[in-house]
């Protein structure tokens, strides 16, 4: 009789042991937030990043060629992204294949883990790798009146023509610039790493020598663009790899 109830005491004992690790609640994940960039799952290009900015149950972003927008539900571990939208531009094949299977990746995805300081978002059609966004350095930016130098258009640079153009990013989200033949005027913003340009109206005329050198202006500012700050040098670069130099007015 002490034999059986020694061996049903060691019996339960094993048992409760065998299940602590079992019985001990699991690590929350933190949910996903903050502006990222996608590194692996997708092939993309430089010029034509994918991004992915979080806010809440809101997620939005540049997919290669068009921004998108739509709703994330998190659950544990578990990730939905519905109520999916974009634009219709269009850019080239390779682009648009890249853009595609990044939304189609997104839209079945199911789990997401993190690997570092990376976000992984797991799916049957592919795990996109994410790395977390620099914000723009706003500080040494807003409130500084820049003078173009430089037009870059994929690997050439060319100086600028024209009257000084000039650009200025006020503190209380206003632009003010010039392209050298008009006046531009707008607000700004900043998500995803780059600062988004939601309006932007010109006035005045160009000349035809300039009408480049104001369509490239334009094309820069109008849309989002990445900024880098380096000593008294600014560059805007644009999707597809224009940009533009400034150098801060002494």
């Given at each position: 009789?002490?034999?059986?109830?020694?061996?049903l005491v060691f019996v339960l004992f094993a048992a409760a042991c065998g299940d602590g690790d079992a019985a001990r609640p699991t690590a929350e994940l933190?949910?996903?937030?903050?502006?990222?960039?996608?590194?692996?799952?997708?092939?993309?290009?430089?010029?034509?990043?994918?991004?992915?900015?979080?806010?809440?149950?809101?997620?939005?972003?540049?997919?290669?060629?068009?921004?998108?927008?739509?709703?994330?539900?998190?659950?544990?571990s578990a990730v939905e992204f519905g109520e999916m939208g974009w634009t219709e531009m269009a850019c080239e094949p390779a682009v648009m294949a890249a853009?595609?299977?990044?939304?189609?990746?997104?839209?079945?995805?199911?789990?997401?883990?993190?690997?570092?300081?990376?976000?992984?978002?797991q799916g049957e059609g592919a795990d996109l790798t994410f790395d977390p966004v620099a914000p723009v350095p706003t500080a040494g930016l807003l409130d500084?009146?820049?003078?173009?130098?430089?037009?870059?258009?994929?690997?050439?640079?060319?100086?600028?023509?024209?009257?000084?153009?000039?650009?200025?990013?006020?503190?209380?989200?206003?632009?003010?610039?010039?392209?050298?033949?008009?006046?531009?005027?707008?607000?700004?913003?900043?998500?995803?790493?780059?600062?988004?340009?939601?309006?932007?109206?010109?006035?005045?005329?160009?000349?035809?020598?300039?009408?480049?050198?104001?369509?490239?202006?334009?094309?820069?500012?109008?849309?989002?663009?990445?900024?880098?700050?380096?000593?008294?040098?600014?560059?805007?670069?644009?999707?597809?790899?224009?940009?533009?130099?400034?150098?801060?007015?002494?």
């Open positions: 009789m002490r034999k059986t109830v020694a061996l933190p949910r996903p937030e903050g502006d990222w960039q996608l590194v692996d799952g997708v092939s993309t290009s430089a010029d034509f990043p994918i991004t992915m900015s979080i806010t809440g149950t809101e997620v939005s972003g540049r997919a290669a060629c068009n921004s998108y927008s739509g709703t994330l539900v998190v659950n544990g853009e595609s299977a990044f939304l189609s990746a997104l839209e079945s995805a199911q789990t997401f883990e993190y690997s570092g300081d990376r976000l992984v978002v500084t009146t820049w003078i173009l130098e430089t037009l870059i258009e994929g690997e050439t640079a060319t100086t600028v023509g024209g009257e000084p153009a000039g650009l200025l990013l006020a503190a209380d989200g206003t632009l003010t610039a010039s392209t050298g033949c008009r006046a531009l005027t707008g607000r700004w913003l900043e998500g995803g790493g780059v600062i988004i340009v939601p309006e932007l109206a010109a006035d005045g005329e160009c000349p035809d020598e300039l009408w480049k050198q104001d369509s490239l202006v334009v094309t820069v500012i109008g849309d989002e663009f990445r900024a880098e700050i380096d000593g008294d040098l600014l560059t805007l670069s644009s999707m597809g790899g224009d940009g533009l130099v400034f150098r801060a007015e002494s």
